[in-house]
């Protein structure tokens, strides 16, 4: 089972680092169409760019359970906690970055984006391969999955006025 999840894993990296790249722009691409914003970026908050590793890293993680689905079971609660290592690598490595330098790059912006996924279905697969986890695990993957689409999906609508949410270069919140 470790031999076909790393190999899954290690090819996501590719696929979500291009899917979400791509994804920074189709908001753009689509005129400026309000309900694909629910999926891509629709400014240039921290968060967006949460959104835009989330969702390719969810749709590859469909794809990836048809073919491990029967070789492991605590599949959920490996991606859930994968996919939550994106946002949180993201946040520490931007934030840190440019507290010490005062400055945003976009090379490192790009950089700690394949990181952080780098870091997601590293933790993926950890959890794939490492212990059986209990049974109710896969429950509250599924639970905290859901939890952070619904957040995306709301918050792109309807952002809150924090820093996070706030496009840097316009001042705006949400979608222009």
């Known amino acids: 089972m470790r031999r076909p999840a790393l190999r899954w894993e290690l090819i996501g990296i590719a696929i979500i680092s291009v899917a979400g790249s791509i994804l920074h722009f189709v908001f753009?691409?689509?005129?400026y169409w309000p309900p694909i914003g629910a999926i891509a970026a629709?400014?240039?908050s921290v968060w967006e760019h949460f959104k835009i590793a989330f969702w390719p890293a969810l749709f590859y993680a469909v794809v990836e359970y048809a073919y491990?689905?029967?070789s492991v079971s605590n599949f959920l609660s490996a991606k859930a906690m994968g996919i939550y290592a994106m946002p949180i690598t993201i946040a520490a490595l931007f934030y840190a970055y440019t507290t010490i330098t005062g400055l945003e790059i976009l090379v490192v912006d790009i950089s700690i984006f394949v990181v952080a996924v780098s870091v997601g279905q590293i933790v993926s697969y950890k959890l794939l391969a490492g212990h059986q986890l209990p049974r109710w695990s896969n429950?509250?993957?599924l639970i905290l999955l859901v939890c952070l689409a619904l957040?995306?999906?709301l918050f792109t609508y309807y952002p809150p006025h924090l820093p996070i949410f706030q496009d840097a270069a316009t001042g705006r919140y949400g979608i222009p």
């Not at 753009?28 to 005129?31: I, T, V």
Request: glycine share 6%; proline share 0%; net charge positive.
């Open 68 to 70: 491990l689905k029967r």
């Open 151 to 153: 957040a995306f999906v």
């Open 139 to 141: 429950t509250l993957g």
């Open 42 to 44: 629709v400014n240039e």
């Open 28 to 31: 753009a691409w689509s005129n």
